[in-house]
């Protein structure tokens, strides 16, 4: 599997807000600015995540987006999957059905693969990346800032 940008900077937005206290709220420049991202591009991607209900976002001068939940409730596949990440690789798609057996073996393979990876990626989630972080942020000393 390959991370895209999409997938990427949605985790990275995501465990920026699980660092905030409270979870949030941060606007978008503030997140953008702190990870080192495009702030329109960003924007969307943090829409597309309030529709799939991984976010909230608040209006005002005090606004921005902050989590709907709290980070052990949130997965990596629930955050790619709301961004349309896939992890399933695209041979899978368009098996033929007349595969000899030793081929059939090897997409057989590659679909058990696929579906562990899929189930780690919705077994791993925000909080763990959160505990991830910190723990290299402490290793790294007081005066480290956190950028995904």
Not at 39 to 55: N, S
Not at 91 to 112: C, G, Q
């Given at each position: 599997?390959k991370?895209?940008?999409?997938?990427?900077?949605?985790?990275?937005a995501?465990?920026?807000?699980?660092?905030?206290?409270?979870?949030?709220?941060?606007?978008?420049?503030?997140?953008a600015?702190?990870?080192?991202?495009p702030a329109?591009?960003?924007?969307k991607?943090?829409?597309?995540?309030?529709?799939?209900?991984?976010?909230?976002?608040l209006?005002?001068?005090?606004?921005?987006?902050?989590?709907?939940?709290?980070?052990?409730?949130?997965?990596l596949?629930?955050?790619l999957q709301a961004?349309?990440e896939?992890?399933?690789?695209?041979f899978?798609?368009d098996t033929?059905?007349?595969?000899?057996?030793?081929?059939?073996?090897?997409?057989?393979?590659w679909?058990r693969?696929?579906q562990?990876?899929?189930?780690?990626l919705?077994?791993i989630?925000?909080?763990?990346?959160?505990?991830?972080?910190?723990?290299w942020?402490?290793?790294?000393?007081?005066s480290?800032?956190?950028?995904?």
């Amino acid at each position: 599997m390959k991370l895209t940008t999409r997938g990427h900077y949605s985790v990275k937005a995501l465990l920026d807000l699980s660092l905030q206290p409270n979870y949030g709220p941060a606007s978008v420049r503030d997140i953008a600015q702190r990870q080192d991202l495009p702030a329109p591009y960003l924007e969307k991607l943090l829409i597309e995540l309030r529709r799939a209900g991984l976010v909230n976002s608040l209006r005002g001068s005090q606004g921005g987006y902050q989590l709907a939940q709290v980070p052990g409730k949130i997965s990596l596949g629930q955050i790619l999957q709301a961004v349309g990440e896939s992890s399933q690789p695209l041979f899978l798609d368009d098996t033929p059905p007349d595969l000899a057996a030793a081929d059939w073996v090897t997409v057989s393979l590659w679909k058990r693969l696929d579906q562990k990876l899929r189930d780690a990626l919705f077994n791993i989630s925000l909080e763990d990346l959160y505990y991830d972080a910190r723990s290299w942020q402490a290793a790294q000393g007081e005066s480290a800032s956190f950028v995904v």
